[in-house]
């Protein structure tokens, strides 16, 4: 069954506003990831958060995670054309085997 | 030099044929796995390898055979191609820190 749910499915701004998309995942994590895909290519690792974590930053993104809640929230501040992209977020299956990815939102960043 | 590269990059062909998609990485890591994202994005699991032993094979139809002559590749064989099979492969290896590394995906259309 499917770990992580993204939220908005869809996201349209203009540049140098932020953008703040949603995640919840229903078992216990480790870790929780977060992926951008830019279109027709591979998936790119942005940052990882471990459950012992509250917040993290890197660059332009902000993530927070909520364990009592199940979920993450990752924040892309002072977007730009080049955010434009579909956004995953991930954890690992109960076996810790494999990566198990939300639907994804697709952020639309208009100049 | 790509650090998980596959082969080809779109592949057409017709219902009832076999066909193969390769995947290299030179990173040295030793998990690496295949994914199938629809055209909704939903990316799935498929097979997982680690050091060229089968660790996850998910509910894909035995029509997929996966092959991992070495730690360094890990290909994807399809009998009897169907129209459903139609999506983009992504290959993909486990980093140190827990997060994947993408190759840039095989569109694979059925006709």
């Known amino acids: 069954s499917q770990q992580g749910e993204e939220d908005p499915q869809a996201l349209s701004i203009q540049e140098g506003e932020n953008a703040t998309m949603n995640c919840s995942y229903k078992t216990s994590i480790n870790n929780l990831q977060w992926y951008r895909q830019n279109s027709g290519r591979g998936l790119v690792h942005l940052i990882l958060?471990?459950?012992?974590?509250r917040e993290k930053h890197s660059g332009r993104l902000r993530v927070t995670l909520d364990t009592s809640k199940k979920s993450s929230s990752l924040l892309i501040t002072a977007s730009r054309a080049a955010d434009t992209a579909s956004y995953f977020c991930?954890?690992?299956?109960?076996?810790?085997?494999?990566?198990?990815f939300g639907k994804g939102t697709t952020l639309s960043v208009s100049s | 030099d790509t650090a998980v590269s596959q082969t080809p990059k779109y592949l057409v062909t017709q219902m009832g044929n076999d066909k193969s998609i390769k995947c290299e990485q030179n990173?040295?890591?030793?998990?690496m796995y295949w994914y199938k994202q629809d055209s909704k994005k939903f990316l799935k699991i498929m097979f997982s390898?680690?050091?060229?032993?089968?660790?996850i094979n998910e509910t894909v139809p035995n029509r997929f055979s996966p092959k991992s002559p070495d730690k360094a590749h890990l290909n994807l064989h399809i009998n009897s191609l169907e129209l459903g099979d139609s999506a983009v492969y992504f290959c993909a290896t486990l980093t140190d820190n827990y997060g994947y590394t993408f190759g840039s995906g095989t569109r694979l259309t059925v006709v």
């Open positions: 958060i471990r459950s012992n974590e």
């Open positions: 991930a954890s690992f299956n109960q076996a810790g085997t494999a990566l198990i």
């Open positions: 390898y680690n050091n060229k032993e089968l660790i």
């Open positions: 990173l040295g890591h030793d998990t």
